[in-house]
């Protein structure tokens, strides 16, 4: 070859094995954290499709502002809280990421991707279990309910929890539980956060009857649901893939097939217990049979052969079905997040202690192998001692954040906005108007009540104008 010269910059260009690992570490965890950032469309569609036509508008300014909030929280204290130094509780370094050394970071300093990469896709972790918290709650809370909430959650509750399982924290570093991309850590905190809400809240009006016995309240779109579902599927392989942080070598494949194989059995065992149970295929059961099965995945989908994932994931689609009727007689639940994420959030859990792979639990440098490789119960109860600790620390603080709301800006609509609907009530407009109102231009009318039925009250003074009636 000719010498290209002094003032050549050729030989500086030639990028080294050295320079490539990091540059392609960082790609696949920011398409990982895209993926994940895909799944705030599905929580979307979802409780839009569980809602009635008259509360579907409100999910989305109140999807669009938890996102925003988490992202400046995360941002200014969450990340640092979580992953910043190696502290018992929480970490100590990294507000406002105001450094980018990956040695600030140390639980996530196995990978080579750039540190703003691995921020993006803790975030998009934090907005997910932030989202889950949400659809226990539609039709009857208050709009500025959420704000406050979030704040909270995203800034001190999430990134603490995270901390203690992600993050080199007590459960992690002293107990050795296991949890690869957070069955515990966003679904079941998630879930736990919602069910504080729930106690505080109250079922929607016409939930319940005299007798106690619940009504069905059915959704207004199954078909969005469905939808929802499968964008949700599609974002979980980067929630679980992404969470090896890492392209090299191949092993998040491993991890979206175990995630798969997981999923499609949960929908089976759905299908299948609804149909012993009512004769019918149910949509929704269906529907949360997969959600269910992938969060029950989560904790596992690092850990575990393949030959499990099935088992983890058909049990989750079975034991999702009962937990659905059985708190519906209870709570008001209207998407079953309670059963979805937070019963399979348990299981999923629990099963890394009966199913881990003892050569994938040194792979990963946390804990041990489970009952079934090793005959131990001690991974088994590892796994318990987290999920209760998780629980009764998000179920504490989540109950006296949403207490004092309760008390002090207020929790719930009033009784007749209810009844008219949150998506008038609270922004001034509906989301499906021509179902409520003739628009312009259109030769659309509203239908006229049955015979035999009343006419629908009108809506009333102040709810067109912005005032109060």
């Known amino acids: 070859m000719t010498d290209p010269g002094p003032f050549s910059t050729m030989w500086v260009m030639q990028p080294t094995l050295k320079d490539a690992i990091p540059a392609i570490e960082t790609t696949w965890v920011v398409v990982a954290a895209v993926l994940v950032m895909f799944m705030q469309v599905g ?68 990978s080579q991707a750039v540190v703003p990469a691995k921020f993006f896709f803790q975030f998009v972790f934090c907005a997910v279990s932030l989202a889950i918290v949400w659809g226990t709650t539609i039709e009857r809370i208050k709009f500025g309910a959420y704000l406050i909430y979030a704040v909270v959650f995203s800034a001190l509750i999430y990134p603490i929890v995270s901390h203690w399982i992600f993050g080199g924290g007590w459960l992690q570093a ?21 069910f504080a809400a ?54 998040f ?12 059995s949960g929908v089976l065992g759905a299908l299948l217990v609804s149909y012993l149970i009512t004769r019918k295929v149910d949509m929704g059961m269906t529907a949360n049979g997969a959600i269910a099965a992938l969060v029950a995945i989560t904790a596992p989908s690092g850990y575990v052969e393949f030959w499990a994932a099935p088992i983890i994931g058909f049990v989750a689609g ?42 994938l639990a040194e792979l990963n440098a946390i804990g041990d192998g489970g009952l079934f490789y090793t005959g131990s119960f001690h991974q088994l109860g590892v796994q318990a001692l987290g ?5 009764t620390a998000v179920f504490s603080v989540s109950f006296l954040v949403f207490w004092a709301i309760k008390k002090t800006y207020g929790l719930r609509v009033r009784p007749e906005e209810e009844r008219y609907g949150l998506d008038i009530v609270e922004h001034g407009m509906w989301g499906y108007p021509e179902q409520f109102m003739p628009v312009p231009g259109s030769e659309y009318h509203p ?12 809506v009333p003074i102040g709810f067109t104008t912005g005032q109060e009636g």
Request: glycine letters at 16%.
């Open 318 to 359: 079975v034991v999702v079905v009962g937990a659905i009727i059985a708190i519906d007689r209870k709570l008001d639940d209207p998407v079953g997040a309670l059963s979805a994420h937070g019963i399979a959030g348990i299981w999923g859990t629990l099963a890394c202690g009966l199913f881990t792979s003892p050569r």
């Open 387 to 391: 999920v209760a600790a998780a629980f």
């Open 43 to 110: 929580f979307l569609f979802l409780e839009v499709g569980f809602s009635r036509m008259k509360n579907a508008g409100t999910i989305v300014p109140k999807i669009l502002a938890n996102f925003s909030i988490a992202a400046i929280c995360y941002w200014a204290i969450g990340f640092a809280l979580a992953f910043g130094g190696a502290g018992w509780f929480a970490g100590t370094a990294g507000t406002f990421l105001g450094t980018t050394d990956p040695s600030a970071f140390p639980a996530m300093e196995f």
């Open 253 to 264: 494949a491993d991890v979206a097939v175990v995630t798969q194989l997981g999923a499609a």
């Open 447 to 458: 239908p006229a009540p049955p015979a035999g039925r009343p006419a629908p009250r009108p």
């Open 174 to 194: 002293t107990s050795g539980m296991q949890d690869f991309a957070g069955s515990t850590v966003v679904h079941l905190t998630g879930a736990t956060g919602a």
């Open 198 to 251: 729930l106690l505080l809240l109250g079922p929607r009006q016409g939930k319940y009857g005299e007798d106690g016995k619940p009504n069905a309240i059915p959704g207004h779109n199954m078909p969005l649901v469905g939808l929802a579902v499968l964008v949700l599927w599609f974002g979980w392989f980067g929630f679980n893939a992404g969470s090896t942080l890492g392209a090299i070598g191949g092993r």
